[in-house]
C-alpha cells in the first residue's frame, strides 16, 4: 500500500540550530513530494516541491529537501531555526499512477529561544 | 492564492441543518479531494474524485456527502452532523506532478 511516515511527531530546537524533519515514503515510479508548512488556526503553505528535476530541492523561508531515491527519503531541512518556524509540517507524496495525494502524520516543531 | 478556492471560509451549523461546501478549481487539474483535519489528528483522507467518478471513500459517515458534477468544482454536502465533526476541511486539485490545496472551510457543528 502506499503511505507517508514522518518519523517524528514533534521536534524540538534551540533558536539559530539546525532542523531535520524526516520524510520516508513508499517506492513508487517518479512520486512528486511536497513539503508544506501549516501555522495555527492557518491553511496549507507549499515549502517546496520535489518532480523528478533536481535531487536537492531549495523552498522558501531557508528549507531545503534532499529527494534520496535509495532511502526513499525526503527530509526537510533548514541550517539555522528561527522563531517564526515553529508549526506543523507536512510531507505530502502524489502517486502519479490513480492520482493519489497522501499526507504524512506531520511533525510539530517547536523553536526554543 | 493557490488556484484552489473553498467557500465558505467558516461555518456554523445546528445539528439538523444542511449546509454545502464548495471546492473549485480552474487548474485543468482531473483529480479533486476532500480530508479533515480535526485538532490533535492527523489529516483524514475522506474522498478522491478522478475524471469525476470517485475512486476512494475512506468509510466516510454516510452524513458526509460528495459530488463532482465536473472536472473543476467538487461539493460536500452535509446533513444531520455531530459536534465531532467540527474541523477544518481542506480541499485539494492534482494533476500529474502537481497538487494544490485550497485554505480550508473551518466548520463549526453546534
Known amino acids: 500500500a502506499q503511505s507517508v511516515t514522518q518519523l517524528d511527531s514533534h521536534v524540538s530546537v534551540s533558536e539559530g540550530t539546525p532542523v531535520l524533519l524526516r520524510c520516508n515514503y513508499s517506492?513508487?515510479?517518479?512520486?512528486?513530494l511536497f513539503w508544506y508548512v501549516q501555522h495555527p488556526n492557518k491553511g496549507l503553505q507549499l515549502l517546496l516541491k520535489?518532480?523528478?528535476?533536481?535531487?536537492l530541492v531549495k523552498g522558501i523561508n531557508g528549507f531545503e529537501a534532499e529527494f534520496k531515491k535509495s532511502e526513499t527519503s525526503f527530509h526537510l531541512t533548514k541550517p539555522s531555526a528561527h522563531m517564526s518556524d515553529a508549526a506543523e509540517y507536512f510531507c505530502?507524496?502524489?502517486?502519479?499512477?490513480?492520482?493519489?495525494?497522501?499526507f504524512g502524520q506531520g511533525t510539530e516543531l517547536s523553536v526554543k529561544p | 492564492e493557490t488556484g484552489v478556492t473553498q467557500t465558505p471560509r467558516h461555518l456554523v451549523m445546528g445539528m439538523t441543518n444542511k449546509k454545502s461546501l464548495k471546492c473549485e478549481q480552474h487548474?485543468?487539474?482531473?483529480?479533486m479531494y476532500w480530508y479533515k483535519q480535526s485538532a490533535k489528528k492527523p489529516l483524514e483522507l475522506m474522498f478522491v474524485?478522478?475524471?469525476?467518478?470517485?475512486?476512494e471513500n475512506n468509510s466516510v459517515p454516510s452524513r458526509f456527502s460528495p459530488e463532482c458534477p465536473n472536472s473543476s468544482h467538487l461539493f460536500l454536502h452535509l446533513h444531520t452532523l455531530q459536534p465531532e465533526d467540527s474541523a477544518l476541511y481542506l480541499c485539494?486539485?492534482?494533476?500529474?506532478?502537481?497538487?494544490?490545496f485550497g485554505q480550508g472551510t473551518r466548520l463549526t457543528v453546534v
Open positions: 485539494a486539485s492534482s494533476h500529474y506532478t502537481e497538487a494544490f
Open positions: 517506492s513508487s515510479y517518479s512520486p512528486s
Open positions: 487548474l485543468g487539474h482531473n483529480a
Open positions: 505530502v507524496v502524489l502517486y502519479n499512477q490513480g492520482g493519489k495525494l497522501i
Open positions: 520535489y518532480t523528478s528535476a533536481a535531487t
Open positions: 474524485y478522478n475524471f469525476k467518478e470517485q475512486t
